[in-house]
């Protein structure tokens, strides 16, 4: 379970504070659900889950409203305050019941082989230790549970990747949450020891200019089952 529902008053102590970043990230998430077709891919990106799920770094709860009715609940994680407060706010709104907690990716605040399946959308760019929190997915999925993914990338041409290095050295991530530009999530999931399943590689916005956080990647992946004795 999480350490607190979405009801409770008490605030606790948040793992990560980007107050500025947030209201910015707030403002252009909701725009980009009809600008930039959004909503479409966070349709897909949830489609056909059932059962229990827990939601790693929920930002403001835009991905609620799309869980199918076959989810009976929704543990949502995410550490920045401000961002926190808005996701309540959707769970309220949702048709599913959903969980709001504060915890971070590296050590998540729930038992171990606790949900049929985790969802990360564009939130692997930003945590601190990719291994380490995707240690923390296998761990709190039951074998052969789901990993949904929604996330950005390493992506383009020399040029392209040459900029992602170069503004992830410098002004790109405390600018942007901690954000960065040209992390490879596909192979981080492989290096993680899932198996991975369908995915596809799409550019966001589909129409208009490429930019170096263009390069997406949404897929599934599974915990694997052990070996029958």
Not at 65 to 79: D, K, L, Q, T, W
Not at 87 to 93: D, G, H, M, T
Not at 221 to 229: N, Y
Request: aromatic share 6%.
């Amino acid at each position: 379970m999480a350490p607190r529902s979405a009801g409770s008053g008490k605030v606790s102590r948040d793992p990560v504070h980007h107050p500025v970043f947030a209201r910015y990230y707030a403002r252009l998430s909701v725009a980009a659900e009809t600008r930039m077709g959004m909503a479409g891919v966070r349709k897909r990106l949830l489609a056909g889950l059932s059962g229990r799920v827990l939601e790693i770094g929920a930002g403001n709860g835009l991905n609620f409203s799309h869980y199918p009715r076959a989810v009976s609940e929704v543990v949502a994680i995410e550490p920045e305050r401000r961002l926190r407060q808005l996701a309540v706010e959707a769970a309220l709104r949702s048709e599913v019941p959903v969980d709001v907690a504060p915890g971070a990716a590296e050590a998540l605040p729930v038992k171990s082989e606790a949900f049929d399946a985790v969802v990360v959308s564009l939130v692997l760019c930003s945590v601190r230790d990719v291994p380490r929190a995707l240690g923390e997915v296998r761990r709190v999925l039951r074998p052969g549970g789901t990993v949904r993914f929604f996330e950005h990338g390493r992506g383009g041409g020399p040029a392209m990747r040459f900029t992602q290095r170069a503004l992830d050295r410098t002004l790109w991530p405390p600018l942007s949450g901690g954000c960065h530009l040209g992390r490879d999530p596909v192979a981080a999931l492989r290096a993680a020891g899932f198996e991975l399943g369908p995915y596809r590689r799409v550019l966001m916005p589909e129409k208009g200019p490429t930019l170096p956080t263009s390069f997406c990647v949404l897929g599934t992946a599974w915990r694997p089952l052990p070996p029958e004795r």
